[in-house]
């Protein structure tokens, strides 16, 4: 590991931090140092501060401690990220045999100079309790594989040398700051310290000093376990990344599936879960050596992971995905089975042991390592599960580093247990209400154009995650650009698709499952039109139209009914049918008969799927020429034609739709994705229903 400290970008922040002083601009610099290197820190891990004086509004000093706050991440954090907190009523907590972490988070918020600030780190006391200005604080990787080991404490010795004061393991909290605080004391000459299975603290009276002491620190120990390790036998041949893919795709739904919930009320019957899979040759090589499954037993490289990853993964040495969707499934269900038994039994004996009162989360895993598939992560959220995923990687990489330089030992269950059930770091998780479709994953065909683009947007804006896909990749990345605004860019995901093409239609899904782990909500919705009369409608333009409306429904009813099955999570399918079928116009045959041929076909699903609790439901639209900024491909086509079908201007055409309806209505996308909202929500126990979206066309009334 090296220094990334460059004198310009040093300059840089001086500049542009300058309101905030020299101290604060550095600190942020080399706070984003730290954070922008996963090996040393990641997502909201570590933490930094800096001592200055400050100024109150009486125009008092004050020595004032600048830590990090909750909700901040090093990487991108800025100056109010690091609030200020006067330094001598901290010191002066000291004193105190000992403080509960209500009080301590009390504490700190009111000697915060800014009553808007987010709360101190949990770590405050241990920076305010510390002489030096500036003090960095990692979970290092290499810090965390070196005292991830029986013999933690002579290994860092031996590696690190006697510069560094030796923290046993403390939960963090007033006891760890008072605990550091003393052993410090005692090697004042120290210039950072280790915390056993936590991480490393360096200091320094600049803010360069201190991170490249960190950085020194981390490299020393990278070399030494670099020079320790010995061969780690792979048996047998390491799967390949595009089969493990192609397994990964088949496995998601069926997991997903047993990771839902059945909730009570026939409304929302199950509560989800997105998943996020990881694969690489690296992970590959990993799951496949020998000591994978027992690593995979023992705990994490720190317990803050905890309430992301649980404390230990589910390891499933086999699914045998050949065996086909059944047996996979009962594999599966008896490993999860296990883990929730296991989960139970080491609340039942924590609690026991403890004596003391807590309510069990939930008992299912959050990582799940598939030896010849790869990693599958869970979370009530695409950003969750990722969070899951990349400190399950490292995790990975680490124990098996550890393991290669000793043997990898973990923390005890009475810690991890205080860590995940302490209350300080379940309010990291937050406890917002979720979105009416929050947990679901949406697949919306043709969704580049403006009825698509409507529905992709107002299912994110329900909290669903969304599939883009389309035929056309530059709409289609547009269109993805613009639901990113609202979902975010791990909330939906873009996939090429040919619709007439069954192997094009089956591949999306497949990467939907990648993706999200599955599909919840269906949107049938890539469509074509043709003008032109019975008699001179060519045949080659009546059979693309046949193909690409009906014949796109088909395919994606057939591969979204295929997963939604395979989950048995039940789920909704919204076939975008048209105001056509039930008031059909002259001239217009093709686009007409493919319509109402799929919404018949709506209807039959909705029959054969409703026994596996999947409801199947028609839109009938009409005249939707943009959404925004994004403009009806169909109509910008067809426009012409259809205007002097009618005998009207094609400029006319749009007004004309909307005198027609009796609401005098302009259909946008919007107004259809809202209805696409309305069954997907399952607002009502409906199924092979048709909801008009068109401003009251008494033609074309559903009958
Ligand atoms: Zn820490």
Redesign the pocket.
């Known amino acids: 590991m090296q220094s990334r400290w460059s004198d310009a970008d040093a300059q840089e922040y001086r500049d542009r931090y300058a309101p905030w002083g020299e101290p604060l601009a550095l600190r942020v610099y080399t706070s984003r140092l730290i954070g922008q290197d996963p090996d040393l820190v990641m997502h909201g891990?570590?933490?930094t501060s800096v001592k200055i004086v400050k100024e109150t509004v009486l125009g008092e000093k004050i020595d004032a401690l600048c830590v990090k706050g909750s909700g901040w991440d090093l990487d991108s954090i800025e100056p109010p990220g690091l609030p200020a907190l006067a330094l001598e009523p901290l010191r002066a907590l000291r004193a105190l045999p000992g403080l509960s972490d209500e009080e301590m988070v009390n504490q700190q918020r009111i000697r915060l100079f800014d009553s808007k600030s987010p709360n101190p780190s949990v770590?405050t006391l241990l920076h305010a309790f510390l002489p030096q200005t500036f003090i960095d604080?990692?979970?290092a990787d290499a810090i965390l594989a070196l005292t991830n080991q029986p013999d933690g404490a002579e290994l860092v010795r031996e590696a690190l040398g006697d510069k560094l004061v030796l923290v046993p393991y403390v939960m963090?909290g007033f006891a760890l700051a008072k605990l550091a605080a003393e052993l410090y004391e005692k090697e004042p000459e120290a210039d950072g310290m280790v915390?056993l299975k936590?991480?490393l603290f360096t200091f320094g009276e600049d803010a360069r000093t201190s991170y490249e002491r960190t950085i020194e620190v981390v490299d020393r120990a990278e070399r030494f376990l670099a020079g320790r390790a010995k061969a780690i036998s792979v048996p047998g041949p390491v799967a390949a990344v595009e089969e493990a893919r192609r397994k990964a795709a088949t496995v998601a739904p069926l997991l997903r599936g047993l990771l839902g919930t059945a909730t009570p009320g026939a409304d929302q019957p199950y509560r989800r879960v997105v998943l996020e899979y990881r694969v690489s040759d690296e992970i590959l090589t990993t799951l496949a050596e020998e000591s994978a499954g027992a690593l995979a037993e023992r705990g994490p490289l720190?317990p803050?992971h905890v309430i992301r990853t649980k404390a230990t993964p589910l390891f499933v040495a086999d699914v045998g995905v050949e065996a086909g969707a059944d047996a996979i499934r009962d594999v599966l269900r008896a490993a999860i089975e296990g883990f929730r038994s296991r989960y139970a039994a080491y609340f039942d004996a924590q609690v026991a042991a403890k004596k003391i009162e807590r309510t069990k989360l939930d008992s299912d895993p959050r990582v799940i390592l598939l030896p010849g598939i790869g990693v599958f992560c869970a979370g009530k959220s695409a950003k969750d599960a990722r969070i899951a995923a990349d400190l399950t990687e490292h995790t990975l990489r680490i124990k098996s580093q550890a393991e290669r330089a000793g043997t990898y030992e973990a923390l005890g269950d009475g810690d991890l247990f205080d860590m995940e059930y302490w209350s300080l770091e379940q309010a990291k998780l937050g406890k917002a209400a979720e979105k009416p479709l929050a947990r679901q994953v949406a697949l919306v065909t043709g969704a580049a154009g403006a009825i698509g683009i409507g529905v992709c947007l107002e299912l994110a804006r329900e909290g669903a995650h969304v599939v883009l896909s389309d035929i056309d990749p530059d709409g289609l990345e547009k269109a993805r650009a613009r639901v990113a605004k609202v979902a975010g860019s791990a909330g939906c995901a873009a996939v090429l698709m040919d619709v007439t093409d069954p192997v094009s239609v089956d591949e999306a899904f497949d990467e939907a499952c990648r993706c999200f782990g599955g599909v919840d909500i269906v949107v049938p919705n890539a469509g074509i039109a043709h003008v032109g009369s019975l008699v001179e409608t060519d045949p080659k333009r009546f059979d693309k139209v046949i193909d690409v409306n009906l014949g796109g429904y088909f395919h994606t009813m057939q591969s979204g009914a295929r997963v939604l099955k395979a989950q048995g999570t039940g789920g909704n399918i919204i076939v975008q049918a048209s105001k056509n079928v039930f008031g059909p116009g002259a001239d217009f045959g093709a686009y007409s008969a493919s319509k109402a041929a799929g919404h018949q076909l709506g209807k039959v699903a909705a029959i054969e799927l409703a026994p596996v609790g999947i409801r199947v439901n028609m839109i009938n639209a009409d005249a939707v020429f943009s959404e925004g900024e994004t403009r009806s491909g169909l109509w910008d086509e067809i426009g012409a034609d259809r205007a002097a079908s009618k005998g009207i201007d094609a400029d006319e055409l749009q007004e004309h739709y909307r005198k027609r309806n009796l609401l005098h209505a302009t259909i946008s996308g919007a107004h259809v994705g809202r209805a696409v909202v309305f069954f997907a929500s399952n607002q009502t126990p409906t199924t092979g229903a048709t909801l008009p979206v068109d401003g009251g066309v008494a033609a074309a009334f559903p009958r």
Do not use: A
Request: glycine fraction near 24%.
């Open positions: 891990g570590g933490n770590e604080h990692t979970h963090p915390l936590h991480g720190t803050d």
